[in-house]
């Protein structure tokens, strides 16, 4: 059965407009709990599920899927789940360049409805950052801009980080990127987002600090 409701309620919330969530866990456990019932509402719904995970995440996820109760193997085939490898999203061609990437999610989102979705409910992890890639270092702007591209969507996109791989300082620049945020598994609307254009103009304030500072040193 489709429906052409667009609520989407998990972790204690629901969402509103806003709808570029930076999730915070601090186990793999802790993840798959608050995000159980946001998966398998959307399976329920007949929606389009497309995630994004790291190479050694892969057998544990699909593990996960298969003890929530979805058929791996037949969403697969059909269509309504797509799981991708950072080497397939965020790291084609051995880096990571934040234009393509940006062109790829507004690519998703928009094939969902020509392909009879009602909602793309859009999960990855992100710890690729944590690499030695190049252009990983632009992680906080792509978040930023992310902010041009997902309110033109009624598509949830979840931007899960694992606390025991970002330091404090990423942390709370990536948390300032959210208009919702989910903290200690509960979802909320976070009072330290910071709209685009502002923090975007920091960023490049930050950058030329830095270069000046090389300069002079």
Partial sequence: MTTDDHSVEFAGGALGRHRHICALFNSADEEHRVLRSFVKDGFGRRERAFHIVGPEQREEHVKWL?????DVEEATASGQLELRSWEEAYLRGGRFDQ????????????????????LTRLVAHMEWACTANPGVDDLVEYETRLNYVLPKY??????????ARFGSS????????HPVVIIGGLLQENPFFVPPDEFLLEIRERRSARE???IAS
Avoid: F, K, W
């Avoid at 298969?66 to 979805?70: C, K, M, P, R, Y």
């Avoid at 990423?170 to 990127?177: A, F």
């Fill in 212 to 214: 000046r500072a090389h």
């Fill in 170 to 177: 990423v942390t709370m620049d990536i948390m300032r990127t």
């Fill in 99 to 118: 234009d393509d990437m940006l062109a790829l999610i507004e690519g998703v989102l928009q094939s969902g409805p020509t392909a009879g979705y009602p």
């Fill in 66 to 70: 298969a003890e929530s109760g979805i």
């Fill in 154 to 163: 009624d598509d949830p996109v979840i931007c899960t980080y694992d606390l």
